[in-house]
């Protein structure tokens, strides 16, 4: 009976998420235009800085890492090496792709409906708590994912046509798919399980989004310290930070019932 409940409230945020144009741009068009924006950012990080970018300090250090961690890079030329370090941070900078659409999507879930009065006659019916919220966390987090995934693959055809295929076997580690397939789905379900929350207390969008920035930040960071080399992430600790997350769900979507209040929001929206 809960998965049966669960699946009625994909479906009807689907209703809702699929009739929408900007809905629909969101989960397609700006996925395509993050992927582009890193293609382009390896391509003028080749073209204009290259090997003279490895005496830089912070790029020292991630490449030392890097050759540590795929010794074949270290057989490259410069330019190559440098290629590598950018092409190797994709699979964290594929995370900002679902955390923009949680912000955009998961925060308006709950407000609005409190706002058009739809939600009174749904918190009656028979659906648990835990399952509302599950149904719409999951209702935005497995087309985000899908997106996410397909644009690793339109990611891994656009290097292979610009002439850099021969380098994707020191992209594509164990690391890359622990990420891709692990951790991404973790860190999706948890920024739109945080988009729920901020959406099911907040009394408008705007207030919602702020909870999601605390997914978006430490993304950042991670981002930042690895292509400086403060941290380089191996299958042991990738693997470690993804079941990190997934337990990170479960606390959340505990908490995220417990701050629903259901009651209290029936009698305030009236």
Known sequence: MSRKRIINVLLKEWQFLFTDINSVLL???????????????VWLGATFAGESALNINIFQNALANLQS??????????????????????NLFMLLIPLM????????????????????????TPVKTWELLLGKALAGAIPALMVTWICAGVFLLAVAIMGWGYLLGMVVTPVWFISLFLFTPAVTVLSFLLGVIGSSRARDAKGAQNLVVFVVLPVLALITIQVTGIIWFT??????LALGIVLADVIVLRIAVRLFQRESIIVQWR
């Open 27 to 41: 989960v397609t068009l700006v996925p395509l235009l993050i992927v582009g924006q890193l293609i382009l950012y």
């Open 101 to 124: 659409i949680a912000v955009s999507v998961a925060t308006f879930s709950i407000v609005d409906e409190k706002l058009s009065g739809s939600l009174e006659a749904l918190l009656a």
């Open 235 to 240: 299958t042991l600790s990738a693997l470690l």
């Open 69 to 90: 961690a795929t010794p074949t890079v270290a057989a490259l030329s410069g330019s190559e090496q440098f290629q590598v370090l950018l092409l190797s941070q994709f």
